[in-house]
Nanobody, 126 residues
């Protein structure tokens, strides 16, 4: 079991910044990747960014590339999502997730992740 808790969401004007945090506990040593997803009302959950612990590489959705940065100071225990130049279309509930399946994969689908946080709301006003 892995427990994930997100924090840092809020209301921001377009062009502003927010930093989300995800704290992991439990069997974190089994984690091979941690990612961020988001879900807007009436839409499917979509991939935002992730980090693979084995290769220590990061990867992003095209819609956030160049604006968002995923990082970690304490690998497998804490991951951050720095969001700059926010747009109203970034408004969503943001979820942290971890995958325990393949040490060399770069999972992008929600189905490839095993544990999820409860989510944190990000609202960007125009």
């Amino acid at each position: 079991q892995v427990q994930l808790v997100e924090s840092g969401g809020g209301l921001v004007q377009a062009g502003g910044s927010l930093r989300l945090s995800c704290a992991a506990s439990g069997r974190t040593f089994s984690s091979y990747a941690m990612g961020w997803f988001r879900q807007a009302p009436g839409k499917e959950r979509e991939f935002v960014a992730a980090i693979n612990w084995s290769a220590l590489n990061t990867y992003y959705a095209d819609s956030v590339k160049g604006r968002f940065t995923i990082s970690s100071v304490n690998p497998k225990n804490t991951v951050y999502l720095q969001m700059n130049s926010l747009k109203p279309e970034d408004t969503a509930v943001y979820y942290c997730a971890t995958s325990l399946r393949n040490p060399w994969a770069r999972p992008r689908s929600p189905a490839e992740y095993d544990y999820w946080g409860q989510g944190t709301q990000v609202t960007v006003s125009a």
